[in-house]
Each structure stands twice: as structure tokens, then as C-alpha cells.
């Protein structure tokens, strides 16, 4: 697209992109494009705003769910020698309460301020898959509700929110109460997934143009940070549960050691995740803290390039922590240390963010709201569980500490300090941004007093019953070892700070609105969230010139509202959000974006039932949602993806005209694939790394173990060949299709396919034939699992490649329109070279150590 | 309009170089480490010297290594002024935060190798 040779449209001295008067009519389109469905049609909503609202309503809901369970615990453990609650009930309720909290609530709360604010924050008309967020929030929805609702029936998990084999296998737990977990919590694993993907993809690619990696809103970088390290975390405890249901269900012995199996692999597995979690729950409430504040005191932050630094580098850093949770289970001193320097190490990034805020708050002039209340909570709080936990990651404290309920007042004071108290100074402070008046500051001053005394009163009393050797997890305790005092404090202090949650509820249902319209900017706040919004999101998308937008350029919102920034109507009456490019955000092309429609919440329902009859074994009702949810997912990429080139390239003001459509690296479609295999590759290195943990463990005589041996090497080299012919046959496809030859490409496909197919079958079949089985030894059941893995791929390749053949005839591929093609391939060839390296894995590993 | 190929996936990854090999580094060391203690090998000898610690000093010094060869060319991106604040210029932003997470890279790689020197290797 060459254009003239004006002056750059991005810069500060270019005239405003559009002039006025606008069009008549215009807006109006625009309105019409964005209408939000309303009455029985509600639930196909997808406009960010409506599904963050229900979103972050949803996840409030499961905090108080899990909060009510907490109240009963302290209710029991009140007294000592209580037999208010029995000990399965209390497993239940604090395995229940700890996985509510961490997965319902924690986790889906903060990605859906991301799903809320970005947009807005980005001045994106919204996310570049609005279905896809819409489909993770219904999944997430009813799938947490079931699973809460196990809890009447006594058949809720008990196994502690870390699930620890063998605690958690067949043998100590035959009910299906670990199933629930492993399943129920499984797939909303996937929904936060998909949720990460659209941030990724959101905040890398729909930037207001002018909008560079050097200008994006800290919160922005933070929620990139989250949904990255998401990726790379969630994929260890997708795997960890996929190991465990297979164990239990098939019994495939991964955790038991007289199977050659290791409960530590579990550890490993979970705590590669685990760890990581704190801080994916913590960086993103960091991040609105670090747009709060500036606000708050009217200076802008200090050292925002040391923030976002600190960002990046806790999100890496906190990869390297996952074994202080185990400095209990007798790994040498040294690894230990490894983890222990590394937890040092951590605290340097968060230690920088603390005093950015801190210098932020000095240089301005506070002004004590509710949301500045609720942030020096959040900083005493945060302070003293970060302190508590230098103290554990010291091994020889640890080993005092551990299990006790010393550790119980840390995770929490991190956890409410760290997250609860910037999400409810979040809520006061950008619920005016909803529409309506905003939230009460008289109830928010007094539920921050009640939140903030009752929290420490609950709290720290636990630091000192745990020094005295309390464990946790106990249902009860004995008078007379000076624990009474202690426990009823923390039982005191819970019932205040329920009180505290309940004024933010009433204040909440009293004051909070959404409107179409925001009414304006009451806090003065110099971010682009606070631009006049429709359903439409800001009315033009303004060209950004400086980091907080709205300070330095006061006429800013008055101009967006008038139209005169980019793209101030809707180029095809659909929906279009503006793509640009990753670092220096210059616009791309206009993506059409999909409405409302009832597919993408049929296949929430579908995933929800599949994993929630699986888990009560109703294997035949599992199949038949799980049919309905693929073809739902089906039907919502046939009508709402890939629409081509529904018209020529169209002005969005400035001198630029932009394509709306693209394919290839600079098309969404292909970046969300990528980050797709990002995780998909990242589960298949923890496969690897189950193979060599368990080889380690086994020793090298045993793997395979004596009476088990791997059919010979020429019987691998035949369907490596058909695997990899696959990969060419595809690559193949993608020349014919260049060349317009529709229906030879059809063929190349299905060949491919038949190529993968049998590839991996005959692998299936030599393996089988030579004895292999994978309950007899954890030798046979990593190989078995690496099997089943490759398996899901081509079941996955299947369900592609017809629906690409149909799309075809159907005329809806060709050269130009070759999106759906190019997404295929990508996966595709991923499988290709995840089935070599599985059989990698499989025949040369073992010969390789012997 | 475009200008020659905006960067796009290679300028980020740029960005994440010293962090991405202070990741590998822990990988490394961390691997190795258990694989030694798991095998035996706490008290073999390489070249004379006591094996873990060599090789967790040799693989630190090459991690440093790298680290510091990506700080020193984010710094010359920079022009050798160091300011405090990365500014909103886009590739100076980058060069800057490059720079910054090299020096983190840097001291957690410090930090995890000290205690080779300190500790027993398996025990
Ligand atoms: C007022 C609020 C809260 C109270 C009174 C409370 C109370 C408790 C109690 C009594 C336990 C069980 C201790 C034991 O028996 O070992 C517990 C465990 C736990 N809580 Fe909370 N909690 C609260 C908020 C939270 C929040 C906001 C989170 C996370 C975001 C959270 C995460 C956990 C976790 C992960 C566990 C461990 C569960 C396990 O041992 O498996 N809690 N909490
Ligand atoms: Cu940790």
C-alpha cells in the first residue's frame, strides 16, 4: 500500500486523522454494528464490557462462596475439641475453599479486569476474539458452579488444594471426589487458557496507533506478563492432571513407586505451575496498582521503565521457585539452595515496585479516597507476607515452618494483601467507568477499616499458633497446649472481615451500573479508559502520543467524541477492530470481528458437561456433548472467521487505507495459533521431562525394566517416514492452493491426513505387538501416555483437515483467502514434528541410555 | 504507508535474550545437579577439579557471558547514556529494557551459583 509521501499520520504535528463535520449517518452505523442483544438473547452477548462485567461478577460470587466456607472452618476450630464439622467435611472444606479460591476466584477475576479494562486501556473497539472470551467465561461459569455444588453432596475433593498423590490415587481415595478436581478444575485450566490467548494477541496487536511498546499503560504490560506466564505454567498442571485421571482411571501407574512410578513427579508437576500461579494472580493486581496510584496522587509513575522491567523479569524469575515448596521432601542441600537463591533473587523486581509506588506516592499529593485506602492496605499487607516469606524460603526456617499454620498466615497475607485488596481498590476506582456514580465512599471507608483489621486480626494470630506447632489441615486441636486464645482471635477476626465483605456487596448491588455512556473522568486519570465509551468502545481510535494521553493533550477526549481520530464509523457495518503492528502499533488492517451468536455458548455448554459426566463415568451423555461441542466450535468459525475479502481497502483517516482482511504474520489468526502451540509445546516438554524424571528414579537397568523390551528399531523407522511425508503432503497442499488448483489441494490434504493417520497407528500397533502394556510398570505407562498425547493431536488433525476440505468445496478457500489453510498447516506441522519427537522419545531414549 | 517491516516477534524476544538465557542456565544447572547426585556422580572429577562445581561455575560463567554481551550491545543501542528512565522513544525503550533485564539476569545468575562454593554437592 504505498501511500503519498505526506507527513507520518502517527505524529504529534500531522492534522487530526478526520475532519469534521462527520457523515451523517455515520455514528448511527456504528451503534447499530456494536448493539449489545438484549431479553432472551442476553447470553450470546460478547462486547467486553458486558462479558468482563459477569466475568469479574461470577468470580465475587465464588469469593464469597469459598469465603462461606472459610467462616465454617473458623467456626469449627474456634474452640478446641469442637465436633461442630467432622474431619472428611473439614478435608473437604479446606481442599474446597483453597481450590475455589485460587482457581474460580483468583485466576478468572483478574483476566476479567483484563477482559474489561484492555479494550478501553488499549482503545480497542475490543479484544480480537470476542467469542473466544465469551465461550471461556460460560465454560468457566457452569463448570465452577457444578463443581462447587459437589460440596452438598459430600463429594467434594479432599485431597488439599495440591492434590498430592498417593494421597489423591485409587488406593486412598477410591470416591470420585479427586475426579471432581482433576476434571472439574482440568478444563478451567482450558478456559483461562483461551482467555490468555486473546490477552496475548489483544495487547500485541490492538493498540490505538501511536500506542508503542514505550507508551502501553502498565497495567497492559502486566496483563501480557500474566497471560504469558499462564501459557507457559498452566500446561505442567494440565499435564500433572491428565497423568493423574489416567492413573485412576486406568490405572497406569505414574505415581505409585512399587510400579516404578514417583509421587514426586506430581510435586514437580504441580508446583511448576504452582508457584508461578502466585505471581500470575499477583502481577496483574500489581499492575492496576501501578495505574491506580498515579491517578490517585496526580503524578505520573516513577520509574515506569523499571516496572515494566520488573514485570518481565518476575515473570521469568518465578519460574525458577517451584522447589521451595518441596525443601521438605529430601532433595540434596544444593538444588535446594539453587531454589532458595532464586527466591532471593525474585524479590528484587517486586522489591523495585514497591518503592515505584512508594516514590510515586511521595512526589504527589495523595488524596485519601477509598481507593487510596485500599492500596495502603494492600501495601502493609503485601509488605509483611513478603517478609514472612523471605523467612520461609530459608531452608532450615522452612523445615520448621512447613505444614504448619506459620505458613497458612503467609499465603494469605500474600495472597489477600497481594491480590484482594488492589482488586477492591480496582473495583472503587474504576466503577465510575462503568457508567453511573460510582461506588459509595462512606461504605467503602468503613469496609476497608473492617477488611483491614479483621484480616490482620485473623491472620496474625496464626503466625504465632503456627511457631507453637500447629499443624494445618487439622479438623481440631487440644485444650491446654496454649492454642485457644490464638484460635479464637483468628475465628473473631474472620467474622469482621465478613462483615467488611458484605459492605462491599451491599454497595456494590446498591450503586454499581453499567451504562451504555461513561460519565467522565472523576478522578482526573490520564489513561485512555477514561475516554468518553459507547458499546462501540471510544467513538474514534485516538492517535496516542505520549503515555498518559489524557494529561498531556487535554482537547484528547472532546476530539474522539467529535469523530476526528481514526476510524470514527464502521467500514463494512460490521464489527471492525483496528490491528497494528507489536511494537510500534502503526495500523495494519481492520479485522472484522464477530457479533453475538449462540455457537460459542453451546460449546461452553458441551466442554462443561463432557468433563462433568466423565467425571460421574456417564461415558455415553460425556460423548454426546462433547460431539455438540465440537460442533458448535465449528459452526462459530464457519460463520464468524475467515470472511475474505469482503470489499476493497477502506480510509480510516489520516491518508491510510487499510486491507480488512490479512493472512500470515500479520494476521491475528496466525499469532493466536501461535501462542496455541506455545502451550501445546510446553505440555509436550513436561512429557519429556516425565520420561526423564522417571528414568532418573527408575535407574538405568530398569528402563525398561527387565521383562519389558520396545519392538526393534526398523519397526519405528516406517512410521516415522509416513509421519513425515505427512508434513511434505501438507506443505504440498499449500503450493497447490497458491496456485488456485482448489480441488488437488483437497486431495493433498486428505492424503496428509491418511499419511498422520497411519503413521502413528503402525507406531500404536508395533508398540502393542511387541508386549508393551501400560499398566504394568510406569515404563510402559510414560510410554503409553506419550501415545495418548500424540492421539488427541490426531483426533485434533482429523476434525481440521475435514473441516478445511468442506470449507473448500464449499468455495470458501482460495489464494487469497487462505487463512483457515495457513492455521491448519501451522498445527499441523507442529503435530508432525511432536509425533517424531514422541517417538524420539519412545525408541531412541532408553536405547540412547543403555 | 508502512515503513520497511515493522519489527514484530524478533524485537520482543530481543528484549527477553539475557532472561530467556538466565533460563536456560537454571535449567541447566539444576538438571545436571540432580542428575549427578541421582547417578553417583557427587564426587566424580573433571579435568582434575570436583565435577559439579566445575560444571556449575563453567555453565555460570558462559551464562554471565551471554548476559553480559546482550547488556553491552543494548547499551551501545543506547549511546552509552544511562539514563534512569527508559523514555518513550520505542527502540530506545526496547535497548533500555534490555539492558535493564540483563543486570537482573545477571545477579540471579550471581546468586545461584554462589552456593556451589559453599555446599557439600549431594548431600
Ligand atoms: C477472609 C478470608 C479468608 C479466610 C478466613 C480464610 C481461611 C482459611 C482457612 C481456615 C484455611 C484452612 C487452614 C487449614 O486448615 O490448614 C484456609 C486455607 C487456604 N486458603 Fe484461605 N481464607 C481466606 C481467604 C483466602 C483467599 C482470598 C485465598 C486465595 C486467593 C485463600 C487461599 C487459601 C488456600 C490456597 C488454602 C490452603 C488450602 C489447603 O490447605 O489445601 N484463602 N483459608
Ligand atoms: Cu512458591
Redesign the pocket.
Known amino acids: 500500500m504505498a501511500g503519498p509521501p505526506e507527513p507520518d499520520p502517527l505524529s504529534p504535528d500531522a492534522p487530526l486523522p478526520n475532519p469534521l463535520p462527520r457523515p451523517a449517518g455515520e455514528l448511527e452505523a456504528l451503534e447499530r454494528a456494536w448493539r449489545r442483544p438484549t431479553g432472551w438473547r442476553f447470553p450470546t452477548v460478547v462486547n467486553n464490557t458486558w462479558i468482563g462485567v459477569l466475568y469479574l461478577g461470577t468470580a465475587l460470587l465464588f469469593?464469597v462462596l469459598?469465603?462461606v466456607l472459610?467462616?465454617l472452618?473458623?467456626a469449627q476450630?474456634a474452640l478446641p475439641e469442637n465436633d461442630l464439622i467432622g474431619q472428611d467435611l473439614?478435608n473437604q472444606?479446606?481442599?474446597t475453599?483453597?481450590?475455589v479460591?485460587?482457581f474460580l476466584?483468583?485466576v478468572p477475576a483478574v483476566e476479567a479486569m483484563g477482559v474489561y479494562l484492555l479494550p478501553a486501556m488499549l482503545a480497542a473497539r475490543d479484544l480480537p476474539f470476542p467469542r473466544l472470551s465469551a465461550y471461556a467465561y460460560w465454560a468457566y461459569a457452569i463448570g465452577g458452579l457444578v463443581f462447587f455444588s459437589s460440596i452438598f453432596y459430600g463429594a467434594a475433593p479432599d485431597g488439599?488444594?495440591?492434590m498430592y498423590p498417593p494421597l489423591t490415587g485409587k488406593q486412598y481415595s477410591p470416591g470420585v471426589n479427586a475426579d471432581f478436581w482433576l476434571l472439574g478444575i482440568g478444563f478451567i485450566e482450558i478456559s483461562a487458557i483461551a482467555g490468555a490467548i486473546e490477552i496475548i494477541v489483544g495487547v500485541l496487536k490492538n493498540r490505538a496507533p501511536g500506542m508503542t511498546l514505550a507508551r502501553m499503560p502498565i497495567f497492559a504490560w502486566a496483563m501480557l506478563v500474566f497471560a504469558a506466564m499462564i501459557v507457559f505454567a498452566f500446561p505442567a498442571v494440565i499435564w500433572g492432571t491428565i497423568l493423574l485421571e489416567l492413573e485412576r482411571a486406568f490405572g497406569w501407574p505414574f505415581f505409585i513407586a512399587a510400579r516404578g512410578g514417583d509421587p514426586l513427579l506430581w510435586q514437580h508437576l504441580f508446583w511448576f505451575f504452582g508457584h508461578p500461579e502466585v505471581y500470575i494472580?499477583f502481577l496483574p493486581a500489581a499492575g492496576m496498582v501501578s495505574m491506580i496510584i498515579p491517578a490517585m496522587v496526580q503524578a505520573r509513575l516513577v520509574g515506569h521503565g523499571l516496572v515494566a522491567m520488573a514485570l518481565l523479569g518476575t515473570g521469568f524469575l518465578s519460574f525458577g521457585l517451584w522447589v521451595h515448596h518441596m525443601f521438605a521432601t529430601g532433595i540434596p542441600n544444593l538444588s535446594l539452595a539453587f531454589f532458595s537463591a532464586a527466591s532471593f533473587a525474585v524479590s528484587v523486581p517486586t522489591g523495585i515496585q514497591v518503592f515505584a509506588w512508594i516514590a510515586t506516592i511521595a512526589t504527589g499529593r495523595p488524596r485519601l479516597q477509598v481507593p487510596m485506602l485500599f492500596i495502603l492496605g494492600f501495601l502493609f499487607i503485601f509488605v509483611l507476607g513478603g517478609l514472612t516469606g523471605v523467612m520461609v524460603a530459608v531452608v532450615p526456617f522452612d523445615w520448621q515452618a512447613h505444614d504448619t499454620?506459620f505458613v497458612?498466615a503467609h499465603?494469605?497475607y500474600v495472597?489477600?494483601g497481594g491480590?484482594?485488596f488492589p482488586l477492591l481498590a480496582a473495583i472503587y476506582y474504576w466503577a465510575p467507568a462503568a457508567g453511573g456514580q460510582g461506588l459509595s465512599r462512606r461504605l467503602g471507608t468503613f469496609a476497608f477499616w473492617l477488611l483491614f483489621l479483621?484480616?490482620n486480626l485473623?491472620?496474625f494470630p496464626m503466625h504465632v499458633s503456627g511457631l507453637m506447632g500447629m499443624?494445618?489441615?487439622?479438623?481440631t486441636y487440644p485444650a491446654g497446649m496454649g492454642l485457644e486464645v490464638w484460635n479464637l482471635l483468628?475465628t473473631i477476626?474472620?467474622v469482621v472481615?465478613?462483615l467488611g465483605?458484605l459492605l462491599v456487596a451491599i454497595d456494590v448491588l446498591l450503586h454499581f451500573r453499567i451504562k451504555g455512556t461513561m460519565a467522565g473522568n472523576p478522578f482526573h486519570a490520564g489513561t485512555l479508559e477514561w475516554l468518553p465509551q459507547g458499546n462501540y468502545a471510544a467513538r474514534s481510535i485516538p492517535r496516542v502520543t505520549s503515555r498518559e494521553p489524557l494529561w498531556d493533550d487535554p482537547d484528547l477526549a472532546e476530539q474522539v467524541l467529535q469523530g476526528r481520530h481514526f476510524l470514527p464509523g464502521t467500514a463494512t457495518g460490521r464489527r471492525e477492530s483496528l490491528v497494528t503492528s507489536p511494537v510500534e502499533a502503526r495500523p495494519q488492517y481492520l479485522a472484522i470481528i464477530p457479533g453475538p451468536g449462540w455457537a460459542h455458548v453451546l460449546a461452553a455448554i458441551g466442554t462443561a458437561g463432557f468433563f462433568l459426566s466423565l467425571t460421574v463415568e456417564w461415558v455415553l451423555v460425556a460423548a454426546g456433548f462433547g460431539a455438540l461441542a465440537v460442533a458448535s466450535v465449528l459452526r462459530w468459525l464457519w460463520t464468524g472467521t475467515d470472511l475474505g475479502e469482503i470489499r476493497e481497502p477502506a480510509e480510516i483517516g489520516g491518508g491510510l487505507r487499510l486491507p480488512v482482511y490479512a493472512t500470515g504474520p500479520e494476521s491475528v489468526g496466525w499469532w493466536a495459533m501461535v501462542v496455541l502451540l506455545l502451550v501445546d509445546g510446553t505440555i509436550f516438554a513436561c512429557l519429556a521431562f516425565t520420561h526423564g524424571f522417571l528414568w532418573l528414579v527408575n535407574g538405568d537397568g530398569a528402563w525398561p525394566p527387565a521383562g519389558m523390551a520396545l519392538p526393534p528399531l526398523p519397526a519405528a523407522a516406517l512410521p516415522a517416514a509416513l509421519v513425515a511425508a505427512s508434513g511434505a503432503a501438507i506443505c504440498l497442499a499449500g503450493r497447490l492452493l497458491r496456485r488456485g488448483r482448489a480441488l488437488a489441494m483437497s486431495l493433498a490434504v486428505l492424503a496428509a491426513l491418511g499419511l498422520l493417520l497411519a503413521g502413528l497407528g503402525t507406531d500404536l500397533q508395533a508398540l502393542r505387538a511387541a508386549g508393551l502394556r501400560p499398566e504394568a510398570h510406569a515404563f510402559g505407562a510414560a510410554v503409553f501416555a506419550n501415545q495418548f498425547w500424540q492421539g488427541v493431536h490426531a483426533a485434533a488433525v482429523l476434525v481440521m483437515a475435514l473441516y478445511l476440505v468442506a470449507r473448500s468445496w464449499a468455495g470458501m478457500v482460495d489464494p487469497v483467502r487462505r487463512l483457515t489453510f495457513e492455521v491448519v498447516r501451522l498445527f499441523w506441522l507442529y503435530a508432525v514434528a511432536q509425533a517424531l519427537a514422541g517417538m524420539a522419545l519412545t525408541h531412541l531414549f532408553p536405547r540412547g541410555l543403555a | 504507508m508502512m515503513r520497511a517491516r515493522a519489527p514484530g516477534f524478533s524485537a520482543i524476544t530481543g528484549a527477553l535474550a539475557a532472561l530467556l538465557v538466565w533460563a536456560g542456565h537454571f535449567t541447566l544447572i539444576y538438571g545436571a545437579h540432580a542428575l549427578a547426585c541421582e547417578r553417583g556422580f557427587a564426587d566424580a572429577a573433571l579435568l582434575g577439579l570436583p565435577a559439579v562445581p566445575a560444571l556449575v561455575l563453567g555453565a555460570s560463567l558462559a551464562a554471565l557471558l551471554a548476559v553480559g554481551l546482550v547488556g553491552w550491545r543494548a547499551w551501545r543501542r543506547l549511546d552509552g547514556s544511562l539514563a534512569a528512565e527508559a523514555g518513550e522513544d520505542a527502540p530506545r525503550f526496547l535497548a533500555w529494557l534490555t539492558l535493564a533485564t540483563a543486570l537482573l539476569a545477571a545477579l540471579a545468575i550471581l546468586w545461584e551459583a554462589v552456593p556451589v562454593l559453599l555446599l557439600h554437592s549431594c548431600r
Open positions: 469469593f469459598a469465603g472459610a467462616l472452618m473458623r476450630l473439614y472444606l479446606f481442599t475453599h483453597g481450590t479460591m485460587m476466584f483468583a488439599g488444594w495440591f494472580i499454620y497458612v499465603l494469605h495472597l489477600i491480590m484482594v479483621g484480616i485473623t491472620f499443624p494445618r489441615r487439622v479438623w483468628s477476626g474472620a472481615a465478613a465483605v
